[in-house]
T-cell receptor, first 113, second 114 residues
Framework: AQTVTQSQPEMSVQEAETVTLSCTYDTSESNYYLFWYKQPPSRQMILVIRQEAYKQQNATENRFSVNFQKAAKSFSLKISDSQLGDTAMYFCAFFSTGNQFYFGTGTSLTVIP | EPEVTQTPSHQVTQMGQEVILRCVPISNHLYFYWYRQILGQKVEFLVSFYNNEISEKSEIFDDQFSVERPDGSNFTLKIRSTKLEDSAMYFC????????????FGPGTRLTVT
């Protein structure tokens, strides 16, 4: 069975600083997709960044980038130049070829002014 | 920008009653999903739906649950004979092309079973 682990329930970062959220997963599949979703307080989840497992190049999206280590089954999210609007719950998710999403338990990130 | 919408935002029901949670996916999307999140726990996949039939379901999605696309816009989750442990946030999501594609989530329906 697929599992997704986020070992940091809560994190904080000073505005304009950089923070890294960790995620590890377990799977026997070779082709899959990984996602980071953001859920601001009282708002719906939105996609932050997406990585296809067969691509070696790490995905980047403006201030957001990932460090994808396929052999280690690690998928961390780096947020550069943190902004107050980045305060949210961040979920790491694994999408299997069986068309199912597996979410981690989330990391609550607070950006401190 | 198109959004997934869900109604109601909060539903309170008595144990043993049936509830229907409603979702309107993004209009050109073909794949639909339901998830639930029990307070303080992870988001859990329930079911995916494509071409008017269930494509995948989790162990959670037993005979108590059913999904339907009654018309061209709505996607519903029915929970029969609700139990206290069904209390959770239920999220609907949709995607355009399915596997690996970005899923767009609705704001969720908070279901409280008393």
């Amino acid at each position: 069975a697929q599992t997704v682990t986020q070992s940091q329930p809560e994190m904080s970062v000073q505005e304009a600083e950089t923070v890294t959220l960790s995620c590890t997963y377990d799977t026997s599949e070779s082709n899959y997709y990984l996602f980071w979703y953001k859920q601001p307080p009282s708002r719906q989840m939105i996609l932050v960044i997406r990585q296809e497992a067969y691509k070696q190049q790490n995905a980047t999206e403006n201030r957001f980038s990932v460090n994808f280590q396929k052999a280690a089954k690690s998928f961390s999210l780096k947020i550069s130049d943190s902004q107050l609007g980045d305060t949210a719950m961040y979920f790491c998710a694994f999408f299997s070829t069986g068309n199912q999403f597996y979410f981690g338990t989330g990391t609550s990130l607070t950006v401190i002014p | 920008e198109p959004e997934v919408t869900q109604t109601p935002s909060h539903q309170v029901t008595q144990m043993g009653q049936e509830v229907i949670l409603r979702c309107v996916p993004i209009s050109n999307h073909l794949y639909f999903y339901w998830y639930r999140q029990i307070l303080g726990q992870k988001v859990e996949f329930l079911v995916s739906f494509y071409n008017n039939e269930i494509s995948e379901k989790s162990e959670i999605f037993d005979d108590q649950f059913s999904v339907e696309r009654p018309d061209g816009s709505n996607f519903t989750l029915k929970i029969r004979s609700t139990k206290l442990e069904d209390s959770a946030m239920y999220f609907c999501a949709s995607s355009e092309i399915g596997q690996g594609d970005e899923q767009y989530f609705g704001p969720g329906t908070r279901l409280t079973v008393t």
